[in-house]
């Protein structure tokens, strides 16, 4: 059974870093789209970034540009979210999502989904 395995989430401080990674458990994942997303509590689940299947393309959410970076090595089979100058309102569960598309920021189009991990920011 295809899987994406999310972790790296954690509890830190504002203007903190964390470093998100999702690792896939089958190698078709290296030519497929990713995206992560994010939910907080009471809230629909927003995009947050996307790359392409060969890390040439990548999109953000405006609040998060200029302090996040969405990496990929297909190699590994792993995306990563670099998440730098953290703020209380980063703060949800994160999610690791893959399709065999070009990327979108529609979650509603993707097909494969991680368990989440929490990050959790303090003021």
């Known amino acids: 059974q295809v899987q994406l395995v999310e972790s790296g989430g954690g509890l830190v401080q504002a203007g903190g870093s964390l470093r998100l990674s999702c690792a896939a458990s089958?190698?078709?994942?290296?030519?497929?789209?990713k995206g992560w997303f994010r939910q907080a509590p009471g809230k629909e689940r927003e995009f947050v970034a996307a790359?392409?299947?060969?890390?040439?393309?990548?999109l953000y959410t405006d609040s998060v540009k200029g302090r996040f970076t969405i990496s990929r090595d297909n190699a590994k089979n792993t995306v990563y979210l670099q998440m730098n100058s953290l703020k209380p309102e980063d703060t949800a569960v994160y999610y690791c999502?893959?399709?065999?598309?070009?990327?979108?920021?529609?979650?509603?189009?993707?097909?494969?989904w991680g368990q989440g991990t929490q990050v959790a920011v303090s003021s």
């Open positions: 999502a893959a399709r065999p598309l070009p990327y979108s920021v529609d979650p509603r189009s993707y097909t494969y």
């Open positions: 089958e190698r078709t994942f290296s030519t497929y789209a």
């Open positions: 790359i392409n299947r060969s890390g040439s393309s990548t």
